[in-house]
């Protein structure tokens, strides 16, 4: 009987540990021995789930370290947004996880395709194939979007050592494989108890594996957007397989309860959310404060009328103005500015996602500790001329991002403000994310319907489908769909009507209204100096689009669009966030802030006056590198590997789908 194939070699493959979902011995035998009777499908299936949910020591180096500071969700870290690196970060836990969940969805699509004994399995297992190689599909573009090339079952020979194909030929694969997949789904066909429990995400429900392919299909496809003049066939393709996938948005996860998500646990098991270290805080970062200030035009006063209104500013101030504390060499209209405050106007999803220093009536509160409130107000902003001098802050109610990219490594006047440079002060005076993410109150989500809806509004403005192929949505309709899906999500419907007509521009200059594509221009704000107490105003210019990488205004569809689904992925959809942002370049993203050279990083073209000529794809990280355990296990294949990335193994190799591949 055929054995089991080795995918990944020389990755520390862990024991299968191919327990039943009802607690059955393990299987000890040797994986790459282990015969493929004597497990079941679903079993090897549910440790590809479980193991690429990533225990906190794992989704702490990938989610926080990694595709959440791509994708400027946070930025506390100073990792990968300034293109740093660790190799025991990827050798010791990514990269094993990675591989072990596509060697073992592998495992399910072989036994699969095998003549159970069991009647039950008999009838299931035809539907077990397709599930298995959907599941990997997901698996193989989550590494392909992560580090490039990849290897594909289908260059398995049997030996031990697997070849890398190009990112281009990964694609063609993954989308085969969807597109065939969901054709041999028989949706008749019900799992009985024991194999419905192996499927964590949707109890192995023929129906709604289906909308999750074809969803994911168009969220692929769509990755392909940058292909139109540079690969003519491989772009047909993308928007063929698109068009296919979006033919019945029934079958695509389109609703509320269509749903991919999965329940998080709060301890260190593999179900353990990401983001629920205690010792992490998970800050707002000023690339989000940014977008979602005053976007929507939803007062706080309506969403919290129990925050004294002492502490909510005009919609038209900026905060204190600190220049000497913050470094203001980078494209961030509001640097320099602390806002002592709540802006009048925040996006609604703000406070559910963040919990605000010292919000006692939270809904998501989060307990920062006796010994941690002990020094609020304590830190603040020290003179240069006397140290013994400190502004004191007080943080309570304020909304303030924490700068992307600066560290006094390589800004040394920031060891004067003390208020990002320490856990406690962070605490005290930075939203952090709320108790439903870092308590693991909520569900994990891996495809929300909000994002078909934003993809099928992104189809219709690149003329991908009309449509009438879309069940008739126009290009507006879905959006506001998408954005009226992510509203219940939050829970925050009851201001949806509102929020989809303002005109309201957020601190980068777009308005949320579909068809309010005005461009913003400048403005007169206001502002406080905080070194003196004077009160001033400014004029306040927002970005220019045409210095973006996106290189067009920040009010046009596409702009609102991204925006928009920026915000509804967040805090779990942070690799999607990074890929749209390397494929379109937008939302808005600033260049990063220091003093001088980032040595010992990947961002090598970057230097201290880089953002007076506008944003550059050298900028902003474009991947993870590989393991050095891949050179060491395989050094030909890594070698390999490399030629078809077209570079070295750094951060900033783009990819082949990204917007960078294009301007490069």
Same mark, same amino acid.
């Given at each position: 009987?055929?054995? *089991?194939?080795?995918?990944?070699?020389? =990755?520390? !493959?862990?024991? $299968?540990? =191919?327990?039943?979902?009802?607690?059955?011995?393990?299987?000890?035998?040797?994986?790459?021995? @282990?015969?493929?009777g004597s497990v079941k499908s679903y079993f090897a299936l549910?440790?590809?789930?479980?193991? *690429?949910?990533?225990?906190?020591?794992? %989704?702490?180096?990938?989610?926080? #370290?990694?595709?959440g500071e791509g994708a400027r969700f946070l930025t506390e870290k100073k990792h990968l947004s300034i293109g740093n690196y660790d190799d025991d970060y990827i050798s010791s836990f990514y990269y094993p996880a990675i591989a072990f969940s596509i060697n073992n969805a592998t495992l399910a699509v072989q036994i699969a395709e095998t003549h159970p004994d069991e009647v039950v399995d008999q009838k299931f297992y035809p539907n077990m194939k397709q599930f298995a190689r959907i599941w990997r599909a997901y698996l193989l573009a989550q590494f392909a979007d992560s580090f490039g090339p990849c290897a594909l079952p289908q260059d398995l020979t049997g030996g031990l050592n697997p070849v890398y194909s190009s990112e281009k030929d990964t694609y063609n694969y993954i989308l085969d494989e969807l597109a065939d997949a969901v054709k041999a789904i028989d949706v008749s066909v019900e799992p009985t108890e024991d194999?419905?429990?192996?499927?964590?995400?949707?109890? #192995?429900?023929?129906t709604k594996w289906v909308k999750y392919a074809n969803s994911l299909r168009m969220r692929l496809s769509m990755? $392909?957007?940058? =292909?139109?003049?540079r690969d003519p066939e491989m772009y047909a393709k993308a928007v063929a397989q698109f068009k296919d996938a979006a033919a019945d948005l029934s079958k695509t996860i389109s609703e509320d309860a269509d749903i991919m998500e999965i329940v998080q646990n709060n301890g260190w098991d593999d179900y353990s959310g990401p983001y629920t270290r205690s010792y992490n805080q998970h800050c707002l970062s000023g690339t989000l404060a940014n $977008?979602?200030?005053? !976007?929507?035009? *939803?007062? *706080?006063q309506e969403q919290r009328p129990d925050i004294a209104a002492s502490y909510i500013k005009d919609a038209d101030y900026l905060g204190k103005r600190f220049e000497k504390h913050f470094v203001l060499n980078t494209d961030n209209p509001t640097k320099g500015y602390w806002m002592d405050g709540l802006p009048e106007n925040l996006d609604p999803r703000a406070l559910k996602l963040y919990y605000l220093p010292y919000d006692s009536n939270a809904d998501n509160t989060i307990d920062i500790g006796s010994e941690v409130k002990k020094y609020k107000g304590t830190f603040g902003l020290i003179s240069f001329e006397d140290e013994t001098d400190t502004i004191k802050i007080d943080g309570t109610y304020s909304w303030n991002g924490i700068p992307a990219g600066t560290t006094t490594s390589f800004s040394p006047s920031m060891s004067?403000?003390?208020l990002p440079n320490s856990s406690s002060a962070r605490l005290n005076n930075y939203p952090i994310l709320g108790s439903q993410a870092r308590d693991a109150k909520e569900k994990m989500v891996y495809f929300g319907p909000w994002e078909t809806y934003f993809l099928v509004a992104e189809a219709l403005e690149r003329q991908w489908v009309t449509p009438g192929e879309v069940g008739g949505f126009t290009a507006e309709k879905a959006y506001n769909k998408a954005v009226e899906l992510s509203f219940i999500h939050f829970g925050v419907s009851q201001y949806y009507s509102t929020y989809i007509t303002s005109t309201?521009?957020?601190? +980068? %200059?777009?308005? +949320?209204?579909?068809?309010?594509? @005005?461009?913003?221009?400048? +403005?007169?704000?206001?502002?406080?100096?905080g070194y003196t107490d004077q009160e001033g105003t400014v004029q306040y210019q927002y970005p220019d689009g045409t210095r973006t990488l996106y290189g067009n205004q920040l009010n046009d569809h596409l702009s609102k669009i991204f925006t928009q689904k920026y915000i509804a992925q967040l805090p779990y959809l942070v690799q999607e966030c990074w890929s749209d942002y390397r494929r379109v370049g937008l939302p808005f993203f600033d260049i990063i802030a220091n003093e001088k050279m980032m040595t010992g990083t990947d961002m090598t073209e970057w230097d201290p006056e880089s953002w007076k000529s506008g944003q550059k794809w050298q900028y902003y990280p474009q991947?993870?590198?590989?393991?050095?355990?891949?050179?060491?296990?395989?050094?030909?294949?890594?070698?390999?590997? =490399?030629?078809? !990335? %077209?570079?070295?193994?750094?951060?900033? +190799?783009?990819?082949?789908?990204?917007?960078?591949?294009s301007q490069k």
């Open positions: 009987m055929k054995a *089991i194939d080795k995918l990944f070699l020389g =990755l520390s !493959l862990f024991s $299968l540990g =191919l327990t039943s979902c009802s607690d059955f011995d393990e299987v000890n035998t040797d994986p790459s021995k @282990t015969q493929l549910n440790q590809s789930f479980s193991k *690429i949910q990533m225990d906190p020591s794992t %989704g702490e180096r990938v989610y926080v #370290y990694n595709w194999q419905a429990k192996c499927d964590p995400y949707f109890g #192995y429900d023929a990755r $392909l957007s940058n =292909l139109k003049d $977008l979602m200030t005053n !976007l929507g035009g *939803i007062s *706080i004067k403000n003390e309201d521009y957020n601190r +980068v %200059g777009t308005s +949320v209204a579909y068809n309010h594509t @005005t461009p913003a221009s400048t +403005v007169t704000m206001k502002y406080v100096d991947r993870m590198r590989y393991p050095t355990t891949l050179d060491n296990a395989n050094p030909t294949e890594y070698k390999h590997a =490399l030629e078809l !990335l %077209g570079g070295a193994n750094t951060t900033m +190799v783009p990819l082949w789908w990204s917007l960078a591949y």
